[in-house]
């Protein structure tokens, strides 16, 4: 007995110390040994996956540290609700040095550094599905006064929402004080610059919420020709904030609102601030700002991600109708059929979100510091299948649908056939994008026949979809097995759904039995 407890807890420590002792770089990148993390991570009792975040998070803290020349370590701290699916991650009161009175965006890159890499370690499926940073146990925002002020304000606010959806394409060319030059907020990793890459998706997903949605995209950075006279860079380039000076130059509260600030990347601080500021001064309905996504250390994190502010409960069913829209349109893309997508949005302390008044949700496409996620970043079907799928998803949550998978719930043909055509309801759940196609084929085709794959367009059809068998001829009555399934516009398919249809015998017809060739779909009544 002591034995078997002995070796159980040699396993269970093998098993932790395989958690434990990999660098995130150790794990390997491939779907198994991910799932197989999931199991571990699954059986884990609540105490050993504290330790493990704890021991996580501490090393994450100390690179930070390092990095910033810090010579004492901070203190952290791991809690958990898992009820809820929380981790309370304490970096203890002296993580932040001086408060200051805005939250930098390079802090609110840092935090999403530690919660992203812990994401990963913890696999597919975690117990955990966000992460709140305490501060000797204070919340962020309590150490931050006016933040917090704007914040509850944004929150409560109403705007009059008449206004567009602004599409706002992340980062952009900025002046550094400190290096007294132009220069991207982010640097060059396998062929991406984020700055330049995220104008040309917003782009996409301006020409698809006109075209689906007629909804109006306001892009804050362009595209527009010319150069910024300051830096004689192209209009395209730069970073939101300079383009909102342009537009609106007696409102420096939203493009310049941080004038007492020395810090080095305040004009960096500012942009991020000002792509909400923004959208508030223009009553937009709402707010979805374009990134891709990236890991300082580990470039085997990968997948896509969508962001709600805590606590505004409206961004987070924006967020979950985008990303479900999203999984559902990737899926369907050739070759992106299994490409990682979270199952949740997450929470986060964003100022892009927080400030916003309006649905707000930053979507985090993919991780161009992760190669596969890159090369499928720069490739246009991917780009196309990603904002056809935010669009879908805005859309739906603006019209108060619900984004649920496309599938046939049930197949049914009438007990009382019209004349030699059988008519056959096919019951669909989900929300397809027309011109869809209704493809039918007999699963076994029998000797005596010709079969056919009938392969019908259809159009704006609610549930169910009535379409009409062609029995053909024979001798005697006979049932068939068929199978039917529903393709969209997007190449969102249900999947098959086998029916049986129940011919009379018939004499009357030359037909011989060419079983589908004039089956078609009803748009009226009856053939
Ligand atoms: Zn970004």
Excluded at 328 to 337: L, P
Aim: glycine share 6%; with cysteine.
């Amino acid at each position: 007995m002591r034995e078997k407890s002995r070796l159980r807890n040699l396993v269970r420590d093998a098993f932790f110390f395989a958690i434990l002792g990999c660098t995130s770089t150790a794990f390997s990148a491939d779907e198994t040994s991910r799932a197989e993390l999931a199991l571990r991570v699954a059986s884990l009792e609540q105490s050993e996956l504290t330790n493990l975040l704890a021991q996580k998070l501490q090393n994450y803290v100390n690179e930070i540290a390092h990095k910033k020349n810090r010579v004492a370590m901070p203190r952290t701290r791991v809690t958990l609700d898992l009820q809820r699916k929380i981790a309370y991650l304490d970096l203890g009161s002296d993580y932040i040095l001086e408060p200051g009175t805005y939250i930098s965006a390079t802090l609110e890159e840092e935090l999403q550094q530690i919660s992203q890499g812990l994401d990963w370690d913890l696999g597919p499926n975690p117990p955990i599905h966000n992460y709140e940073f305490l501060f000797g146990g204070k919340k962020l925002l309590d150490l931050f006064p006016e933040e917090k002020r704007l914040t509850e304000e944004a929150a409560r606010a109403a705007v009059s929402r008449l206004g567009p959806v602004v599409v706002a394409a992340a980062h952009g060319d900025y002046y550094h004080h400190g290096f007294k030059d132009w220069r991207p907020q982010r640097s060059t990793v396998n062929g991406i610059t984020e700055d330049y890459l995220s104008p040309i998706y917003a782009a996409e997903l301006a020409y698809w919420m006109g075209k689906r949605s007629n909804k109006t995209a306001a892009l804050p950075r362009g595209p527009i020709g010319g150069n910024h006279g300051e830096s004689g860079r192209p209009w395209n380039d730069m970073a939101t904030k300079y383009r909102i000076e342009q537009l609106l130059p007696n409102r420096p509260d939203i493009w310049d609102s941080l004038p007492t600030s020395t810090d080095n990347l305040r004009n960096y601080h500012e942009d991020i601030r000002s792509r909400p500021l923004y959208a508030n001064e223009l009553n937009a309905e709402g707010l979805l700002h374009l990134h891709t996504n990236s890991h300082d250390t580990n470039p085997l994190i990968r997948g896509m991600r969508v962001y709600h502010a805590k606590g505004r409960e409206e961004q987070k069913s924006l967020a979950e109708s985008v990303l479900c829209s999203m999984t559902e349109i990737v899926h369907a893309a050739s070759g992106y059929e299994s490409f990682p997508i979270a199952s949740f949005p997450h929470e986060e302390n964003h100022g892009e979100n927080r400030l916003a008044k309006m649905p707000s949700i930053i979507v985090e496409t993919a991780y161009h510091t992760n190669p596969d996620d890159a090369r499928a970043l720069l490739d246009p079907a991917f780009r196309t299948a990603s904002m056809k799928g935010v669009e879908k998803g805005y859309r739906l949550f603006s019209e108060g649908k619900k984004c649920k998978p496309f599938q046939l719930s049930k197949v049914i043909d009438d007990p009382v056939p019209l004349g030699n055509f059988i008519p056959v309801d096919a019951h669909y759940e989900g929300n397809p994008e027309f011109e869809a196609t209704l493809v039918t084929e007999l699963i076994e085709c029998p000797d005596d026949m010709q079969c056919w794959t009938a392969k019908l367009p259809l159009d704006k059809l609610p549930s169910p979809v009535r379409f009409f068998i062609d029995c053909g001829s024979s001798p005697t009555p006979r049932e068939h097995r068929m199978q039917v399934k529903i393709i969209d516009a997007d190449n969102v398919d249900t999947g098959w759904e086998p029916y049986t249809v129940s011919c009379p015998a018939s004499w009357d017809r030359n037909v011989r039995s060419a079983f589908n060739e004039r089956t078609y779909v009803a748009h009226s009544e009856a053939p």
